[in-house]
T-cell receptor, first 114, second 113 residues
Framework: AQKVTQAQTEISVVEKEDVTLDCVYE???????LFWYKQPPSGELVFLIR??????QNEISGRYSWNFQKSTSSFNFTITASQVVDSAVYFC???????????FGTGTRLQVFP | GAGVSQSPRYKVAKRGQDVALRCDPI?????LFWYQQALGQGPEFLTY????????KSGLPSDRFFAERPEGSVSTLKIQRTQQEDSAVYLC???????????FGEGSWLTVV
């Protein structure tokens, strides 16, 4: 069965600290996609990144970076030099090939204090 | 509009009342999804349309939930005889291609009292 686990319910940091959000997934498929979304208080889900299961190369986008490790079924997300505007709930999600539905984790609420 | 638009943004319904939630996808988007997000939880898949065809409704929790997209554009999620456990945010998403290019609306917040 497909499952996404985000064990960290809430994280609080002070501005400029680095923070890593953990994501562990379960799937029987060899082809799948992993996502991270940001949900600010307004409620909409903002797409951050998509990775496919055949590409384990880490990715960096500005202050954001992602570490995909198939050996541990993890897809962790790091924010470097956090800012107050990063405060939101972050969701990791999984989609298997040939389906069009996303399986979400329960989310991690990040609070960045000035 | 530029994004996915949902209405109403907030709805309070008495238990037993029927509700209808509307989703206006981004113009030209073929795919449309509905998700349900309970408080403190991640979104859960309800149903998926490709144009007017409902290709997957495996996530609808009961036969009280019904979704339609008759002309392949606007979609309505209808909940009959609402119950307290239906209280959640209902998110709509649309996309031009596969799941990796979908855009979410801000959701309709339903509270059943």
């Amino acid at each position: 069965a497909q499952k996404v686990t985000q064990a960290q319910t809430e994280i609080s940091v002070v501005e400029k600290e680095d923070v890593t959000l953990d994501c562990v997934y379960e799937t029987r498929d060899t082809t799948y996609y992993l996502f991270w979304y940001k949900q600010p208080p307004s409620g909409e889900l903002v797409f951050l990144i998509r990775r496919n299961s055949f590409d384990e190369q880490n990715e960096i986008s500005g202050r954001y970076s992602w570490n995909f490790q198939k050996s541990t079924s993890s897809f962790n997300f790091t924010i470097t030099a956090s800012q107050v505007v990063d405060s939101a709930v972050y969701f990791c999600a999984l989609s298997e090939a040939y389906t069009d539905k996303l399986i979400f984790g329960t989310g991690t609420r990040l609070q960045v204090f000035p | 509009g530029a994004g996915v638009s949902q209405s109403p943004r907030y709805k309070v319904a008495k238990r037993g009342q029927d509700v209808a939630l509307r989703c206006d996808p981004i113009s030209g988007h073929v795919s449309l999804f509905w998700y349900q997000q309970a408080l403190g939880q991640g979104p859960e898949f309800l149903t998926y349309f490709q144009n007017e065809a409902q290709l997957d409704k495996s996530g609808l929790p009961s036969d009280r939930f019904f979704a339609e997209r008759p002309e392949g554009s606007v979609s309505t999620l209808k909940i009959q005889r609402t119950q307290q456990e239906d209280s959640a945010v209902y998110l709509c998403a649309s996309g031009s291609d596969r799941v990796d290019t979908i855009y979410f609306g801000e959701g309709s917040w339903l509270t059943v009292v």
